[in-house]
């Protein structure tokens, strides 16, 4: 295995694992801060944590967050399983030289999160999940149609999923050349139906170039491995949350007014896992809950 690592850019690092496969990841916090694995959600890259403005608020953390594959900087896995995501991820904490971490998964990065929970406790102090999407065997009453629909094509309907997604990412790179004031009234109209705690975040005229490079940045090898992980998230996940030994602590953090994963899902997830905290925020939805309460979420996770 050997590192290649972008003169300058901490959020452009690669690994190459053992099979060959280039792994992306990016670093947030300090060097000697404890480490957490960050999981990005679905339509989303290693750059996710951008959000948390690391840059602006320093804590005692190491976040290492990782592309998946067929996105970003990482190369597409045939046939890849939620279950095959713990072996990268010992991949990545052996080559850094890290025997012990805390591992934490936003929205559709809940399973990866819990799969490492399933099949590497050995090597976790804990386990986070924010805003974090279920198997939908737990049903998708009061989330988002537009989501809802989206993973009922990736079940049922995968000809279609990449119909949807060749236009979504026509419309997202077009973003790219948008000037400020047109991006402005882009992001105004697609956020009109998000809930207010989201779409105060999502028309910060200060973030939005910001949105559209972590909106573009999952496109970067086209489509392929996006579609690919919204059919892992629909179908079954290959592990009961039931499974997960009650050794390991799980906390888990959701908005109740999140309607991109409903917090119905949130309280279910938690039901399900033998060892879990939750705490539910009344006033908070599906971005603005991490965003909003990193700095907990991280003390929680590094305790």
């Not at 591992?103 to 090597?123: D, F, Q």
């Not at 009061?142 to 009922?152: A, P, R, S, V």
Request: net charge positive; hydrophobic share 35%.
């Amino acid at each position: 295995m050997s590192i290649n690592t972008k003169k300058n850019e901490k959020y452009n690092q690669i690994i190459t694992l053992k099979d060959g496969r280039k792994l992306g990841y990016a670093e947030f916090g300090i060097s000697e801060g404890k480490p957490v694995f960050y999981f990005h959600g679905h339509g989303s890259s290693r750059l996710e944590p951008k959000m948390y403005g690391f840059d602006d608020n320093q804590f005692n953390v190491r976040l290492i967050s990782i592309d998946r594959p067929g996105r970003g900087f990482s190369d597409f896995k045939e046939n890849r399983k939620i279950l095959d995501w713990p072996d990268d991820v010992v991949e990545i904490a052996d080559t850094l030289n890290i025997q012990k971490f805390a591992v934490l998964g936003g929205s559709g990065g809940c399973p990866y999160a819990l799969v490492c929970a399933l099949k590497i406790p050995e090597r976790l102090t804990h386990c986070g999940i924010v805003s974090g999407l279920g198997p939908t065997v737990l049903g998708l009453e009061g989330m988002d149609k537009g989501k809802q629909k989206e993973l009922n094509l990736a079940k049922n309907k995968p000809g279609l999923l990449t119909k949807l997604y060749k236009i979504i990412q026509k419309k997202i790179l077009k973003m790219k050349d948008q000037t400020l004031e047109e991006l402005k009234k882009t992001f105004q109209k697609r956020s009109k139906n998000l809930p207010e705690p989201d779409k105060k975040i999502m028309v910060d005229p200060d973030k939005i170039p910001l949105y559209v490079e972590l909106m573009a940045e999952p496109f970067r090898q086209g489509i392929r491995g996006v579609i690919h992980d919204l059919k892992l998230l629909s179908l079954d996940w290959g592990f009961n949350l039931k499974e997960i030994p009650s050794s390991i602590k799980v906390f888990l953090w959701h908005g109740e007014l999140d309607t991109s994963v409903p917090v119905r899902m949130g309280r279910l997830i938690c039901e399900a896992i033998p060892n879990c905290t939750s705490k539910f925020y009344p006033n908070e939805a599906h971005i603005s809950t991490a965003i909003n309460h990193i700095e907990e979420i991280l003390d929680a996770l590094m305790s």
